[in-house]
């Protein structure tokens, strides 16, 4: 079956603007996960869904990033006010719980470029 | 909080050869998962092994294997016959249940032809 999709699959906005990443996860898994991954290092988590609620969104660095999940499947990450700091690659992984597995398969990230 | 540390910004090895990439992290916790995952300049992240803390025994997929300490809280990564298409960044990753997972900063793995 498909994986998980991310669009778009770059972005490039100037400092300011208003954006919005989404994700499609894989066909019933029920959580959803966001991860930025700066240049260099590796993905930080920012937000889990489980279900249409956000289970923990600890790791949003402020309050200028959002996300929804209002059906329980596709997900878009919103960005307020965009600043440079925030270019990044946005992954999104979506896992089936159900098994206790909670294996997480990944897309293959959106780039945004902050100008 | 958890943290997860690799120390090897970059490792190089000969096609055919052994490597083995380290990993310790840092946990109050008994019971979690740790993960490896590879990825490759496509982006695209893709799980190579990984390990229920509860179970003693190594994680093993093929050519990959690991080495799992828990009272050390080390988790190495040993990649055997290596071959030209495991060059990619390799990322340890620390989950406790459903939980977001947590990585370190990766290892760069170059294949020597």
């Known amino acids: 079956g498909a994986g998980v999709s991310q669009t778009p699959s770059n972005k490039v906005t100037e400092k300011g603007k208003y954006v919005e990443l989404r994700c499609d996860p894989i066909?019933?898994?029920?959580?959803l996960y966001w991860y930025r991954q700066s240049l260099g290092q590796g993905p930080e988590f920012l937000i889990y869904f489980q279900g249409t609620g956000a289970a923990d969104d600890s790791g949003l660095p402020n309050d200028r990033f959002f996300a929804v999940r209002p059906e329980g499947s596709v997900s878009t990450l919103k960005i307020q006010r965009t600043e440079r700091g925030d270019s990044a690659v946005y992954l999104c992984?979506?896992?089936?719980?159900?098994?206790?597995?909670?294996?997480?398969?990944f897309g293959p990230g959106t780039r945004l470029t902050v100008t | 909080a958890q943290t997860v540390t690799q120390s090897q910004p970059e490792m190089s090895v000969q096609e055919a050869e052994t490597v083995t990439l380290s990993c310790t992290y840092d946990t109050s916790e008994s019971d979690y998962y740790l993960f490896w995952y590879k990825q490759p300049p496509s982006r695209q992240m893709i799980l190579v092994i990984r390990q229920e803390a509860y179970k003693q025994q190594n994680a093993t997929e093929n050519r990959f294997s690991v080495n799992f300490q828990k009272a050390a809280k080390s988790f190495s990564l040993k990649i055997s016959d290596s071959q030209l298409g495991d060059a990619a960044m390799y990322f340890c990753?620390?989950?406790?249940?459903?939980?977001?997972?947590?990585f370190g900063k990766g290892t760069h793995l170059i294949i020597q032809p």
């Open positions: 990753a620390y989950q406790r249940g459903a939980d977001g997972l947590t």
């Open positions: 066909s019933g898994h029920t959580a």
């Open positions: 992984a979506s896992s089936l719980t159900r098994d206790s597995s909670y294996e997480q398969y």
